[in-house]
């Protein structure tokens, strides 16, 4: 264990946890909401680190009385009460150390966000976009099981079923943390529908999942946006495809455009187009810093390298294989109704890895 060196280590976070909840209850702190709400962020950041510094030093702490007992003492229960303690606190110390070496390298800031996921039919016709379908479905099932909200902000139906596009605009705790190992390319391999002869195809969708950007990420102004109403398609009624509910905003200065149709009020979809305006426009910048980690990691994982095939989905073999970690289970049935949990922990774990060994590298 490198005791010294953790605990030196926890003293400089608890300083400035100290610090920031100092800050927080001043009441001056309201009057700049944009750093109160960046100070609130950090201290919910440091908590789980002070918190399991806090178990680590009591631990620490009780190892030392007991090794003190151990050598001291006289009394032959004493010590072999102190050699129990001593057998159960070091493996506790050693896996608590771990975690809080984890729990300081900095985390992507952006984990903690809600996000936007986009799916797109991509190579294969009518194939790509019926598996794009099938992907949409897939998560929304693992919408469902994680305790998550979600809403469609805008789509796009294939011609022979599934989607060209659909953008989903998912609420919850932590979800653009879980979700970003999702964007990539997903392939699809199967004999289509239309496929007379039973032969095998291989299609592809893609998925791009961004962190939602909130109202103080990005300064958006109003007159670089032009509006556009048009009358919405789809499912909806009669109302919908008769009055111009449908919005289409254009950020002049990027040229980004963006578009809701699913309300049939005209102010709901504005507002909802304008967030994810406001997203993109975020992600640009965020794409920077994505591509400079993923110039670091090998594994690509979690990177947002749209065009990378990230994962197979074989449905003659019933398997899923995740190319970034070589992983492979036979459960294609289960992960089609939503069950990718286990997929999302590998990675997870394959990228803490990855973290730890740069910041060994860096000691």
């Not at 998912?170 to 199967?190: D, I, W």
């Amino acid at each position: 264990m490198a005791e010294n060196s953790i605990l030196s280590k926890l003293d400089g976070v608890k300083a400035k946890y100290q610090s920031i909840e100092k800050q927080i209850t001043d009441p001056d702190a309201m009057s700049d909401m944009k750093r109160f709400i960046q100070l609130s962020k950090e201290y919910k950041e440091l908590t789980p680190i002070v918190e399991t510094s806090d178990r680590y030093q009591t631990a620490y702490n009780n190892l030392l009385e007991a090794k003190s007992i151990f050598s001291t003492e006289q009394d032959e229960e004493m010590k072999a009460m102190a050699r129990g303690e001593i057998d159960e606190l070091e493996p506790l110390l050693e896996k608590l150390e771990e975690e809080i070496k984890l729990l300081l390298i900095p985390a992507d800031p952006q984990d903690s966000k809600n996000a936007i996921v986009e799916i797109r039919g991509g190579s294969g016709g009518d194939e790509a976009e019926i598996f794009a379908g099938d992907l949409y479905r897939m998560y929304l099932r693992f919408f469902e099981k994680r305790g998550w909200k979600y809403e469609v902000t805008s789509e796009n139906e294939g011609t022979s079923g599934g989607y060209k596009e659909i953008v989903i605009k998912v609420t919850g705790a932590g979800v653009y943390g879980v979700l970003k190992y999702e964007s990539g390319v997903h392939r699809v391999q199967r004999v289509p529908q239309t496929e007379t002869q039973g032969r095998v195809h291989t299609s592809a969708s893609t998925v791009a999942v961004l962190p939602e950007a909130e109202e103080f990420d990005i300064e958006l102004k109003t007159d670089d946006i032009r509006k556009d109403t048009f009358c919405a398609s789809g499912p909806g009624g009669q109302s919908v495809n008769t009055t111009y509910s449908a919005i289409r905003l254009t950020h002049i200065p990027s040229g980004l455009v963006v578009q809701c149709q699913d309300q049939k009020s005209q102010l709901k979809n504005y507002d909802k187009a304008f967030a994810e305006l406001r997203t993109r426009l975020y992600n640009l910048e965020y794409q920077k810093y994505l591509d400079e980690i993923s110039s670091q990691r090998k594994t690509l994982v979690s990177t947002g390298d749209r065009s990378a095939k990230i994962r197979t989905y074989n449905y003659p073999q019933g398997r899923v294989t995740d190319h970034r970690i070589n992983m492979t289970l036979y459960n294609l049935s289960a992960a089609m109704d939503g069950d990718i949990q286990e997929v999302i922990d590998a990675l997870q774990f394959a990228e803490n890895a990855e973290r730890l060994r740069a910041a060994a590298s860096q000691d």
